[in-house]
């Protein structure tokens, strides 16, 4: 994937310092490769496995947005700690693969999970059509956007044209990127074109 780095996870947090995430992190056994700050976004990047006897990956950014971390927050009387969780780990051939509720497996959760006062809103997988199959309290948050790129929807004719078109999911990580506004480091996109 152009995007980032195989098989490597990144989380997007808004509502919490830098340090207070790498914090809750590396006390999970997943400590950050990378870690910045930019657009009242914080990130940090981690290789995509399984802590022993942990949360998953896409459930620890989850649980940042909950009752369990709210002293974390920067400001606790302010909106609800938001997280956005992306994998560029490739699509799982296990059998769970094609089920919406159900994670792939350990080492292939969901791609994109989007995260805000401790409740998953939106997540699925992306590339070659997955973006269909979308589940959590808001699934369709990015349902206009995804049309309007003919990602998902009855009429997609880039698909019909170019059956690779969006086969890493590129095209959907830039429309998440641009809903949440999230900084360009540690995402790689290029131009849209």
Known sequence: MSWL???TFVTFVK????????????EAGRPAQASGESSG?????????????????WELASGLTGFRHTH??????RVPVESVFLASTPACACPHGQNYMVPHCDEHPFQFA??????????FNFGMRRESRRAGGTPDLLVRELLDAGIVGRDTPR?????AFN???THTVRIIADHFGLPSPPLALAPAG
């Open 114 to 123: 989007y995260s805000r006062g401790g409740f998953v809103q939106t997540y």
């Open 5 to 7: 780095a195989t098989n």
């Open 167 to 169: 086969a890493d999911g």
């Open 159 to 163: 698909y019909d044209a170019d059956p």
């Open 72 to 77: 974390r927050a920067s400001d606790p009387g």
């Open 15 to 26: 509502g919490m310092t830098l340090p207070t995430v790498v914090s809750v992190y590396s």
């Open 41 to 57: 976004w914080v990130w940090l990047t981690h290789e995509a496995y399984r802590a022993p006897h942990r949360s998953t990956a």
